[in-house]
């Protein structure tokens, strides 16, 4: 635990007052997730992602997204080779421990689906070849959303909802602007920044947080707000069974990161506006009236919240 604390204070001064959003990094990496960074430009996306990968012992992989990217720019590709007059694989950047996705909807459908595989079987197909990822890893995909009428491609749902957590960076504010101004001012923190992760300690702790204990009590609140999500009349399309496991993974990820072996209603409760929104799928009087964001909240102020002391129990 000492190395992620390191880790956390290296990335807060670098991306100051983000704390939350680097506490979700680390909980997507540690539950074996994907994370989709959205903001305006210039809010910093792009340099979290490349020292979230910094501050570990493995390595990373970039792409830069725009619309003549090709899938093979992605995965890979099979190439005759003049000299040796034979076929060689060339492995793409999607070989990699974090995948830096930079601006992910930029890209064509095509090219953005060439990392579904990936992203859930940790392995990509390379002309028949199978080419297997190694834990961990990680996709960091960022999008600005005020592109979204200037040559982007929206995510399709399958591919949203390989992602664990969708996370709004939003601006700083004044204070927190004030300490960038000061900090920035003479250095960049991120040239500081050292390998203090071991890609082992990192494979250790995804295996012990599936060791971290769910009640049945804290299972039944999980479930009941799933359902919850497809039951909404303004929801068409509620959770997934592959978000409901997300979403347990997450928490038990969080009980770990603070020191728990066991997941209790409010590890959910704060998870579940980053599993849910990017997944639900309103009807079309329900978007034109209210957003994925109120649609979640009407949700958890829907579902009780059991007993801590009930849910906790073993």
């Known amino acids: 635990m000492e190395n992620i604390r390191l880790a956390k204070e290296a990335l807060n001064r670098v991306i100051y007052g983000k704390e ?10 540690f539950a074996q997730g994907h994370v989709l960074l959205e903001s305006v430009p210039g809010t910093g996306k792009t340099k ?27 995965t890979g590709i099979r190439f005759f080779n003049p000299k040796t007059q034979e076929f060689e694989l060339r492995v793409g950047p999607v070989v990699s421990n974090i995948l830096l996705a930079d601006e992910i909807n930029r890209a064509t459908p095509k090219t953005q689906s060439s990392l579904l595989e990936v992203m859930e079987e940790y392995q990509s197909t390379i002309d028949g070849e199978t080419i297997i990822v190694e834990a961990p890893f990680l996709v960091i995909a960022t999008q600005n959303p005020v592109e979204s009428n200037y040559g982007t491609f929206p995510l399709p749902e399958a591919q949203l909802d390989r992602f664990l957590f969708k996370v709004d960076i939003g601006y700083p504010t004044k204070e927190e602007e004030k300490q960038i101004l000061s900090t920035y001012r003479t250095s960049d923190p991120y040239e500081a920044i050292n390998a203090v992760l071991s890609l082992e300690e990192i494979r250790s702790i995804q295996r012990d947080i599936k060791q971290v204990t769910i009640s049945d009590v804290v299972y039944d609140y999980l479930l009941d707000l799933i359902h919850a999500s497809r039951n909404h009349q303004e929801v068409e399309l509620g959770i997934s069974p592959r978000g409901m496991l997300a979403l347990m993974r997450a ?28 997944r639900l799928i309103l009807t079309m009087e ?13 949700i958890l102020e829907a579902v009780p919240v059991p007993v801590e002391e009930g849910a906790v129990t073993q």
């Open 286 to 298: 329900g978007s034109i009236k209210k957003t994925s964001e109120q649609i979640v909240q009407e």
């Open 48 to 74: 979290l992602a490349k020292s979230f990968a910094k501050v570990m012992d493995g390595k990373f992989g970039r792409v830069q997204f725009t619309p003549d990217v090709l899938p093979s720019d992605v």
């Open 251 to 278: 928490t038990q990820a969080r009980a770990y990161l603070r020191g728990r072996e066991y997941v209790t209603p409010d590890d959910i409760k704060t998870l579940v506006p980053y599993v849910f929104e990017h």
């Open 20 to 29: 939350d959003v680097v506490e979700l990094l680390f909980t997507a990496l």
